[in-house]
């Protein structure tokens, strides 16, 4: 066999195995969606129907029925401020954590991941308390205060990797046009800096949308309650309702996708790549 020959070859046996991987992935997916348009009869039939069903959209009534959409702009607010403040919270110390040396640095650094290191049920009954305490329990903003201790963290040692790629020569150059450090943070550094601040501030919406235990637990009433306890009404100890479960799944995907579209670029552009010679 000649190279010009192997090299096809191994070029068609990489794609007949890359397309079988995502054949792979995306089956899960897909079944998903197909579920959700399918009669009960069809659901449980067997042999499986796959394609050919007559569809129908009574599941999505069925939750439209039941006020999905109150619990969907109820995990919009708490995913976006837990986001918001995530962010805010973890920008500056990652941000010192990155460019200062100062007594007992590494013990902090140790101390901030140390919250980590522990299930998040070990503190449930202290948090509760704490916001029954202060008046929060049964609040958004309680609720987000609840999730800050787990995503914060996380968000300081991923913008400090961040902020530790950026030169400080950057810094510097701005420092010698006339900008102070607010400037030349907001100016340089910040810009430089989005595609980290993104992905902070995705995985923080993430962890808040997907929750179940704290949503449960803080958000006592149906009013306020989100996307995960409302599909959690579908899974009994005798029946699961994969009509309504699989719907309300499926626009449950929409926020994180369409973030995921926004901020795609930030993900593809370069950190700093080409800005300075070292």
């Excluded at 609040?139 to 963290?153: E, H, N, V, W």
């Excluded at 996380?154 to 701005?174: D, G, Q, Y």
């Excluded at 949503?215 to 100890?237: D, N, R």
Aim: glycine letters at 6%; proline letters at 6%; one cysteine or more.
């Amino acid at each position: 066999m000649t190279r010009s020959k192997r090299k096809k070859l191994q070029k068609t046996i990489t794609y007949v195995v890359l397309i079988a991987l995502s054949v792979i992935i995306a089956f899960p997916f897909l079944w998903l969606v197909l579920t959700a348009f399918k009669t009960y009869p069809d659901i449980y039939a067997y042999p499986l129907k796959y394609f050919i069903f007559s569809p129908t959209m009574e599941h999505f009534e069925k939750i439209g029925n039941m006020n999905f959409w109150r619990y969907f702009k109820n995990s919009i607010i708490i995913g976006a401020g837990t986001m918001l403040f995530s962010v805010l919270l973890g920008i500056f110390p990652a941000y010192a954590f990155a460019r200062y040396n100062f007594r007992g640095k590494s013990l902090l650094l140790s101390s901030v991941m140390l919250f980590q290191m522990f299930p998040m049920v070990v503190f449930i009954i202290p948090i509760f308390k704490l916001l029954i305490s202060i008046g929060l329990l049964n609040t958004y903003i309680g609720l987000i205060l609840a999730y800050l201790p787990f995503t914060t963290p996380i968000s300081i040692m991923f913008m400090r990797t961040f902020f530790i790629k950026v030169p400080k020569t950057l810094e510097e150059a701005a420092k010698i046009d006339g900008c102070n450090f607010w400037q030349a943070f907001s100016k340089v550094i910040l810009p430089v800096t989005l595609p980290g601040i993104a992905s902070v501030g995705i995985y923080a919406f993430l962890f808040s949308w997907s929750e179940l235990l704290y949503s449960m637990s803080i958000l006592t009433s149906k009013a306020k309650q989100t996307i995960p306890t409302f599909l959690s009404l579908f899974v009994g100890q005798y029946q699961t309702r994969w009509g309504p479960l699989f719907a309300g799944s499926i626009l449950a995907t929409l926020p994180p996708l369409i973030m995921f579209m926004i901020l795609q670029k930030f993900f593809i552009a370069g950190l700093v790549s080409g800005s300075v010679k070292e």
